[in-house]
């Protein structure tokens, strides 16, 4: 297991520290208050930071943190310390760029949380388990997209029924594959 490139926790926060969407991959932080806890603790080492179009890296409670800041939005991957930086950051990058994608280049928080089944069947298609699958953000929004990336409607004219029978289409796929 130790050669497989493996996150943590991937968090997508508001400018505030709220979440707006979050996936645990390990029992680093077994109760929500521990979850709280990290959160809150990485956004305020985070907080004074100029993250722009690049990730910034930080190390913090033995874990490597990448994290970019897109308007409102504060995007987090997190990884042990033993693990690579670099796939940390193109998983990073394929997030922010799938998100881009999904929200069709209007990444804010209301959009976000607009567009939340969207971004959580982002971030299954990015990690499993604590595994890194996919990081091209162009074919992760493609796999999140019913219609792929140039379809007749707008990702964010989806109806959550579409968005749910896309992700039940990709699940039954999966398993039969």
Not at 161 to 170: G, I, K, M
Request: proline content about 1%.
């Amino acid at each position: 297991m130790e050669s497989c490139p493996s996150v943590k926790n991937i968090l997508l926060l508001d400018s505030e520290g709220k979440r707006v969407a979050v996936k645990y991959y390990t029992d680093d932080w077994p109760t929500l208050s521990a979850k709280l806890a990290f959160e809150k603790s990485v956004f305020v080492k985070t907080q004074k930071a100029t993250a722009g179009a690049e990730a910034e890296i930080v190390m913090f409670d033995g874990h490597i943190v990448l994290y970019k800041f897109i308007q409102d939005l504060h995007f987090f991957v997190t990884g042990g310390e033993e693990e690579n930086e670099l796939i940390l950051a193109s998983v990073l990058q394929g997030f922010t760029d799938a998100v881009d994608i999904i929200l069709r280049n209007n990444v804010d928080k209301r959009t976000a949380l607009e567009n939340l089944d969207l971004i959580l069947l982002c971030l299954d298609e990015i990690v499993d388990g604590g595994i890194v699958l996919e990081t091209e953000g162009s074919v992760i929004a493609e796999k999140v997209s019913a219609h792929g990336i140039e379809g007749a409607t707008s990702l964010a004219e989806q109806t959550i029924v579409q968005a749910l029978t896309t992700a039940r289409e990709h699940l039954t796929k999966s398993l039969l594959m």
